[in-house]
């Protein structure tokens, strides 16, 4: 069964950097499955973030400009992202996802989903 | 970027009538070389998370109810529920995957009436 959990240290305070780590089971990232992150902020739709493949290639979306850096670990079980310089405008559900890949630059659908995670930036 | 806008905002359906969720892209999300619509329809039950209902705008998931359908092609596309159960209740978002960066549709709400 494939599962996806994301897992982080809390509320961040504004101007500092926001990490979370997507453990995934029943699946690896490989060449059919890639790790995207996704977030929704409260009452708000759903922005893609970001996405990395099996091979470490990554794609963001320029609306971070930047601030945004996605890795995968060693085992290819783990994806993290690292969001910095954040505001008040981070405020979101953050979710990872497996994304079915469907060309270059961040394309493919989602077809699994963890449970997500609030996170508060705040001061 | 491509904006996906979704009609109505929220729509309610007596139980077991027909609930229709459209959806339209800014430009096309034809892609001409393997006739194919790079799009996606999702459900967010009450406190769940997103589940993925259909790809290529018309190819319903594995384990997906057969009353869940999806049509259209370029810039319009249409869910149809066609005869609504409980469980439906949810918001349902649309997704184009044909040009970075991906994009969503603001949602729509289904409820009972």
Known sequence: ?????????????????????????????????????????PGKGLEFIGRISHDGVTYYNPSLRGRV??????????????????????????????????????????????????????? | DIVMTQSPDSLAVPLGERATINCKSSQSVLYSSDNRN??????????????????????????????????????DFTLTISSLQAEDVAVYFCQQYYSPPMTFGQGTKVEIK
């Not at chain 1, 310089?85 to 981070?90: L, Q, R």
């Open chain 1, 1 to 41: 069964q494939v599962q996806l959990q994301e897992s982080g240290p809390g509320p961040v305070k504004p101007s500092e950097t926001l990490s979370l780590t997507c453990t995934v089971s029943g699946y690896s990232i490989d060449t059919s499955y890639y790790g995207g992150w996704i977030r929704q902020p």
């Open chain 1, 69 to 123: 850096t996605i890795s995968l670990g060693t085992s290819k079980v783990h994806f993290s992202l690292s969001l910095s310089s954040v505001t008040a405008a981070d405020t979101a559900v953050y979710y990872c996802a497996r994304q079915r890949p469907t060309g270059e630059y961040g394309r493919g659908y989602f077809d699994g989903w963890g449970q997500g995670t609030l996170v508060t930036v705040s001061s």
């Open chain 2, 38 to 75: 790079y799009l996606g329809w999702y459900q967010q039950k009450p406190g769940q998370t997103p589940k993925l209902l259909i790809k290529w705008a018309s190819a319903r998931e594995s384990g997906v109810p057969d009353r869940f359908s999806g049509s259209g092609s370029g810039t």
